[in-house]
């Protein structure tokens, strides 16, 4: 805690003076009485999330100008009043000395979505803070955390609206539109943080064959569109992704034509491509959350880029994600490595890819980098 890492471990733990519920905000002391920091108190192996080293009053102007700091950030980054983008972070989590809380701004709407308890608690004045610091930039506020926190507490409850009321959900991302549904669909309802890749991906994409795979709203695929892609084919296993998928395209003024959504397991279609594609994408969800499960989710990585390698053409391009925090940049490089040799295919790193910067990290808590990323030229 000294050197500003925002966790604090069950077994670090010497003495707690009264009782500390989940959720509750807890004041941390070093054994000689001096002052550490302030935080929620939670259950399980990380006892306390911190969320200040100077001090906590709890009223509404400290997440004010946690708010504030946090806005100024995306204002610098350009996000803010951005004629051609919408929708950003405007809150993640530590990279914003906000733990247990997310917040994405799309158009008008700001999703709050808490993964820890005592961040659930705070909900109502988060919202406020949000809209006395964005004033008229939010017009909604959506909470979806019912399925972030523990299920056994029964201060849950259901997601909804905080202020203001449900719109149409169409906004923008460099000129290109999206039906967010924030209310049903995954996460906040888009993956924000592969904005600067999808633009990546349009850049190489003219006159080319791409297929996205894991496609979800279809990101990917509309950007290689939007760039002059011959042909784009979005597959995911889920249909209400590929609806979402087609809602896009249509949205866009693409047709049939040039776009074309296939309901499939990735690794079975990969093995049995019978396009010459150009580009692939590969942008599995975490196949691992858990440090227990980091072997089998290593050996998925594997499979899924090994039968990518083995099937794209010679000179194609391979775009390729993480977004498990437990498998870290060196082992994800190791897997694919790995998955090169294995299919025998010559491979080269044109760019190492990872979070945005509207999804910031501490120096101080290196465990928030957690999305990396690699685009292969495969000879």
Request: with cysteine; aromatic share 8%; charged share 20%.
């Amino acid at each position: 805690m000294k050197r500003f890492h925002p966790w604090v471990f069950s077994g670090a733990i010497g003495r707690v003076e009264g009782t500390a519920h989940n959720g509750d905000v807890a004041e941390v002391y070093t054994q000689e009485g001096v002052y550490l920091g302030t935080g929620h108190a939670a259950e399980g192996s990380i006892a306390v999330r911190i969320f200040s080293f100077t001090g906590f009053d709890d009223s509404q102007n400290f997440w004010n100008i946690k708010i504030e700091a946090a806005l100024q950030l995306r204002i610098k980054l350009g996000l803010i009043d951005n004629p051609s983008t919408n929708i950003y972070r405007l809150v993640h989590a530590e990279g914003d000395g906000l733990p247990g809380l997310v917040v994405d701004i799309y158009n008008t709407t700001a999703v709050i979505q808490t993964h820890s308890v005592g961040m659930h608690l705070h909900r109502n004045k988060i919202a406020i803070a949000i809209k006395e610091v964005l004033k008229d930039r939010v017009t909604a506020i959506y909470d979806k955390s019912a399925e972030k926190i523990d299920k056994k507490n029964e201060i849950v409850g259901t997601d909804g609206y905080l202020l203001g009321a449900k719109n149409d959900g169409v906004s923008l991302e460099n000129n290109c539109r999206f039906n967010i549904d924030w209310e049903t669909g995954q996460k906040t309802g888009f993956f924000i943080d592969q904005r600067e890749h999808r633009a990546l991906l349009g850049h190489y994409a003219k006159g080319k064959k791409v297929l996205n795979t894991f496609c979800y709203s279809g990101g990917f695929s509309i950007y290689a569109l939007k760039e002059g892609a011959t042909l784009a084919h979005s597959l995911d296993s889920s249909q209400s992704a590929l609806d979402l998928t087609d809602r896009n395209v249509v949205l866009n003024g693409f047709d049939e034509k040039v776009h074309k959504s296939i309901k499939a397991d990735a690794v079975e279609f990969i093995k049995n491509i019978e396009t010459d594609y150009d580009i692939i994408v590969l942008d599995p969800p975490a196949f691992a959350k858990h440090l227990s499960a980091r072997h089998k989710a290593v050996q998925g990585y594997l499979r899924i880029n090994e039968a990518a390698l083995r099937q794209i053409k010679s000179g194609g391009l391979l775009f390729t994600f993480s977004c498990s925090q437990v498998v870290d940049k060196q082992l994800f490089n190791s897997t694919i490595a790995a998955a090169a040799i294995n299919a025998g295919r010559t491979v080269r790193i044109l760019h190492q890819l990872h979070q945005p910067p509207d999804h910031p990290i501490s120096i101080f808590h290196p465990e928030g980098e957690y999305l990396k990323g690699l685009v292969l030229e495969v000879l």
